[in-house]
């Protein structure tokens, strides 16, 4: 009897891991569309492929609306999806709002804690649990100091997202830290990150760029108002930096990010529950990449030390980007 008692135990254990028999839906939404974020979706859905999963997936772009974010997690809740991916924190939020039983998994979001979607990292809250891409800030302004030689940096941000609003004060606390000054502009939506960058660029030696949506969903204009400036960029997203431009850029693998998201709802599918999982950091030093753009420091008129060439595992250089 007692092996039949513990054979039953095991079996039971088993089936909660086990791969799901039916096809599932599942919902995947962003707040805007751009290559960190197209990366981090991506990699979601290998993750989920890759455990043997069968799914039909709704991918939806909010365009960086509040509302249209809110309108997709309702979408999702009436589809009756059976896991909700929330990518950056507006639309996470949305989710965690619209839907209270289904499972809601965040990715990218800055401060979840901050934000309310969990009371703590150590564990998720309620059907909500996710990713959190927590950028060490205060070391990347001390970098750029030490690259560059900045005095003032600048910083644009967008006022109405709760991620921006923390990352801010890290900024702050790491100017204060590095003994720099700073100068900020706020924005609410893209089409203002030009207007932004002209109005800050002639005040400041630097701009720090931390994982803002907004901004990084027109990055293509800041590049160039701080290009034709000759100021140096320093951002904490490598995959804008690809696409060359940027002086200086160290950040997790937004791939990398996706899959880590996606293996949480692997979990979920198999039988976890989000109030049981921890949030997920991206700490593991080949979770990081490393961006130095020769072309820009040039047009900055910058010196690189080599050590830093050396450590770069990207370098940027007469229009071509290389890796190690």
Do not use: W
Not at 143 to 166: M, P, Q, R, V
């Amino acid at each position: 009897m007692k092996k039949l008692i513990f054979i039953a135990a095991l079996f039971s254990a088993l089936s909660i891991y086990a791969k799901p028999a039916k096809k599932v839906k599942i919902g995947i939404a962003k707040i805007v569309q751009h290559v960190a974020l197209d990366d981090i979706e991506r990699g979601v859905i290998d993750a989920i492929k890759d455990a043997g999963i069968d799914a039909d997936y709704d991918l939806q772009n909010a365009n960086g609306d509040v509302g249209t974010a809110a309108q997709i997690a309702n979408q999702f809740k009436s589809e009756k999806v059976d896991v909700a991916v929330g990518i950056a924190t507006p639309v996470a939020v949305a989710l965690a709002t619209a839907i209270k039983t289904t499972p809601v998994v965040f990715g990218t979001v800055t401060d979840p804690v901050g934000a309310g979607l969990v009371s703590t990292v150590e564990h998720g809250q309620r059907n909500v649990t996710g990713m959190s891409d927590a950028i060490p800030t205060e070391q990347h302004i001390k970098l750029f100091k030490e690259a560059a030689g900045i005095k003032t940096l600048g910083y644009i941000y967008t006022s109405n997202e709760d991620n921006s609003a923390s990352a801010l004060s890290l900024v702050e606390k790491g100017c204060k830290e590095a003994g720099i000054n700073l100068v900020t502009q706020s924005i609410t939506k893209s089409d203002e990150v030009k207007q932004a960058a002209e109005a800050i660029v002639n005040r400041v030696d630097g701009i720090y760029l931390s994982t803002d949506n907004t901004v990084f969903s027109a990055i293509a204009s800041l590049v160039n108002v701080f290009g034709k400036a000759k100021k140096p960029i320093f951002s904490g997203d490598v995959t804008a930096a690809k696409e060359g431009g940027i002086f200086m850029a160290s950040g997790f693998n937004y791939y990398k990010a996706g899959r880590a998201t996606g293996e949480m709802v692997v979990k979920i599918l198999k039988g976890a529950k989000p109030a049981s999982l921890p949030v997920k950091f991206m700490t593991d030093p080949s979770d990081s990449d490393f961006l130095i753009d020769l072309d820009s420091a040039k047009n900055c008129e910058i010196s690189i030390d080599q050590n830093y060439i050396d450590s770069a595992n990207f370098t940027y250089q007469n229009g071509k980007l290389s890796e190690k």
